[in-house]
């Protein structure tokens, strides 16, 4: 390792940790704070660059934050560098969740907090509604993404079949989907 | 051995997830078969996992992984779902370009999104079929039905944010709750 690669590897996993604190609402509050730290400030890499990143990790299966600050840290300072990134951005929430468990088992079956509990069961299906709006947008195209999703919500309701197993089953369906359109386009 | 299922079970989250709120499905899927949690516990991970900092498949692996086989447990569930990072995204961001047009890619996706969408709906309807369960005409909890309702309300209109939301369902349910009990519906 190089005394430069040494160094950045150490700044990058000081800076992630700190993003790992605060990335509230999902992967994208981390983006904009790569983006200020290290595309304006440091200028390490370029807009360009960076939405390559997220484009690439969101189309990578996993954590798509892990998978943009894996191809960063790579980007900047090589397999250190990315392992520093995804360290960095890890390390907070599992520290602070192992704190929230310890919490949530001691006063779970307290009737206040059963109460509140209650309530914040009830919000979670509107939280996962309004999240699934901007997916929607995204990820409905055309008529056969409508019926990939509504064959998708069937298996699982109905059939019962594994999850891992659906989602390879709708990757099949979308290669043979494009498959088709690529041979009609021919002919 | 529960350190192993647990890996193997978050490894299978990773692999198979996209992202945000495309892992809850899996998650729940996994978490509901092996009997590691229950249907509300699911929803108060999702909750939980909004209102604490860090990517949601991280703070879920580390809450299941720590309820199921304590701190041992979460670092292995939690490593177990950043392997797509450590494995496809250094591969990923060794050949970047390549990777950015990668046909094969973009088609599997275009199958995967829709039926990731269609999981989330159905995860959608399990949780409700919980959440809202309750004494009135034997199936309804009327406070979590209004809760949910203005849940939706102020996510969707008022553009509130996430924490926010749940710490206001959270405040509704103390006090619904407690008005069901002092009144109880002649049901």
């Known amino acids: 390792m190089t005394k430069q690669q040494l160094r950045r590897t150490l700044s990058i996993f000081l800076t992630f940790l700190k993003f790992g604190c605060f990335t509230f609402g999902g992967g994208w509050s981390i983006v904009a704070q790569i983006q200020k730290e290290y595309v304006e400030k440091q200028h390490w890499i370029t807009d360009e660059e960076l939405l390559d990143f997220t484009s690439v990790g969101r189309s990578i299966p996993g954590i798509m934050i892990g998978n943009a600050s894996v191809l960063f840290g790579y980007q900047a300072a090589g397999v250190p560098g990315a392992l520093a990134a995804l360290l960095g951005i890890v390390i907070p929430p599992v520290v602070i969740m192992l704190g929230v468990v310890y919490v949530y088992d001691l006063v779970k079956d307290n009737l206040y907090v059963a109460r509140a509990m209650i309530g914040v069961r009830a919000a979670v299906v509107p939280i996962i509604f309004s999240a699934m709006q901007k997916l929607f947008r995204s990820g409905i195209r055309d008529v056969f993404c409508f019926l990939v999703a509504a064959a998708g919500l069937c298996l699982c309701l109905f059939v019962k079949m594994s999850n891992v197993l659906i989602v390879l089953l709708g990757a099949a369906a979308g290669l043979a989907w494009q498959e088709v359109r690529a041979r009609r386009g021919l002919s | ?187």
């Open chain 2, 1 to 187: 051995m529960v350190y192993l299922e647990l890996f193997l079970s978050f490894l299978m989250i990773g692999f198979t997830s996209f992202g945000g709120m495309s892992m809850i499905p899996l998650i729940s899927d996994q978490m509901l078969t092996h009997g590691w949690m229950t249907a509300a516990e699911v929803a108060d991970i999702v909750a939980i996992a909004e209102m604490t900092p860090g990517p949601l498949g991280i703070n879920c692996a580390t809450f299941a992984g720590a309820r199921t086989a304590g701190v041992a447990g979460a670092i292995v569930a939690s490593f177990g779902v950043m392997v797509p990072s450590l494995t496809l995204a250094v591969l990923a961001a060794m050949f970047l370009k390549k990777f950015k047009d990668s046909r094969v890619l973009n088609e599997a996706m275009y199958g995967i999104r829709p039926v990731a969408i269609g999981m989330i709906v159905a995860v959608m309807v399990q949780q409700s079929m919980n959440n809202y369960a309750g004494t009135l005409f034997g199936c309804i909890s009327w406070p979590a039905v209004v809760i949910g309702l203005v849940s939706l309300f102020v996510l969707l209109r008022l553009k509130w944010s996430v924490p926010k939301t749940i710490l206001l369902a959270a405040a509704l349910g103390l006090v619904l709750c407690g008005v069901e009990t002092a009144f109880p519906l002649p049901v």
